[in-house]
């Protein structure tokens, strides 16, 4: 018997049917992708996974070394941008966690960057998501603080709960204490407030680099009850000035870095579809040794990556080796610094 042949014109995956370029067959517009909805941005090639520390560089080994080539390049653009150009970091954030969403390091750095953008809901999950993952308390400030940008100040409270703060770095429980008093105020009880604040590192007498925010929070909290705060305002200027001079330090600038800014990043024309992979970093090879196979010259001894990052100009975990001036205190979401600290004594003394 002959099989009938389907009519050319027929819609579907067996017939050919009717082409025109304002609409296609349904069963094709199901399967249409649009590639160019998430872009990473770009990267200066002067960047390298070695800008970051090593205990970050040692999460990566479970990627393979292209991923973790990139991945580790996205976190340091972030470490850069992260004061300078908060969007932009939480952009290379976004994408190194497209690269390595599993990895716990990947899920803190989103949600810092994500508090620091004001996305508050995100920052939440993605913090959250690294306390389990790594069983650590180091951003419970920020945990506490995005409870209260999203409006539930009494789910902030209940975030610390179980949580002993006797073993949390000293500036993770200066940035705890700023951030339930900041929860209790919102709730109205100011008296609970200040007695948040009333923790060993509340004195003059040894400065952390978040005394300054610490002082000014106590005083606004001393206005609330009524009671005269100016002179909490004076030790946090005299603190900042202290930390000042502290931590002065002088560093030659022998290399100059172009980084991409947000506005750049949006004017980013699309991709085309038909380009192909782009083209990776060249190094110059060395000839090869007689009688031997090639080897990596091993760093010298006095070459190590802490000298290697302070030529650059900037820390490895931290941005640029300056120090973070405290914000004033308000009833709102506060900003804290990314690894709570040093958790060592204080820098300088206010006099």
């Known amino acids: 018997m002959e099989r009938k042949r389907p009519s ?39 960047i ?11 999460q990566l080994k479970t990627l393979t070394a292209e991923n973790a080539e990139m991945v580790a390049r996205h976190l340091a653009m972030v470490n850069l941008l992260i004061d300078k150009d908060p969007v932009l970091a939480h952009k290379h954030a976004l994408a190194a966690s497209r690269r390595a969403g599993r ?7 989103v949600g810092v960057t994500a508090y620091t953008v004001g996305d508050y809901s995100l920052a939440l999950r993605e913090l959250l998501t690294h306390r ?49 008093s900041g929860a209790r105020l919102d709730l109205g009880d100011a008296k609970m407030a200040k007695l948040e604040l009333e923790i060993p590192e509340l004195t003059p007498k040894q400065v952390f680099p978040q005394s300054p925010l610490l002082f000014r929070s106590y005083a606004e909290v001393l206005r609330e009850l009524g009671q005269a705060g100016d002179s909490w305002d004076e030790l946090a200027d005299r603190a900042e000035k ?49 009688g031997g196979p090639d080897r990596k010259r091993a760093p010298r001894d006095s070459e190590s990556e802490g000298s290697r990052d302070a030529k650059r100009g900037f820390d490895a975990r931290g941005g640029e080796r300056k120090p973070r001036t405290a914000g004033g ?20 003394k206010a006099s």
């Open 8 to 46: 050319e014109k027929r819609e579907g995956p067996i017939g050919r049917g009717e082409r025109n370029e304002s609409a296609r067959p349904a069963w094709q517009e199901r399967v249409k992708r649009d590639r160019d909805v998430e872009k990473s941005p770009l990267i200066p090639s002067e």
């Open 48 to 58: 390298t996974p070695e800008d970051i520390d090593i205990s970050v560089r040692v």
């Open 103 to 109: 990895l716990a390091i990947v899920h803190e750095t």
């Open 132 to 180: 389990r993952l790594s069983g650590s308390n180091e951003q419970i400030p920020l945990i506490v603080d995005s409870e209260r940008g999203m409006g539930r100040p009494d789910r902030a409270l209940e975030a610390v709960v179980g949580v002993d703060r006797s073993k949390l770095a000293v500036g993770v429980r200066i940035n705890l204490a700023i951030a339930l």
């Open 242 to 290: 202290a930390l000042s001079s502290a931590s002065g330090e002088i560093f030659e600038l022998v290399e100059e870095l172009t980084i991409p800014t947000s506005a750049d990043f949006e004017k980013r024309p699309a991709r085309p579809k038909t380009d192909s992979k782009p083209a990776e970093r060249s190094f110059e090879r060395k000839p090869r040794r007689e």
């Open 329 to 348: 205190f308000s009833k709102g979401p506060q900003r804290f610094d990314r690894r709570g600290g040093s958790g060592k004594g204080g820098r300088g």
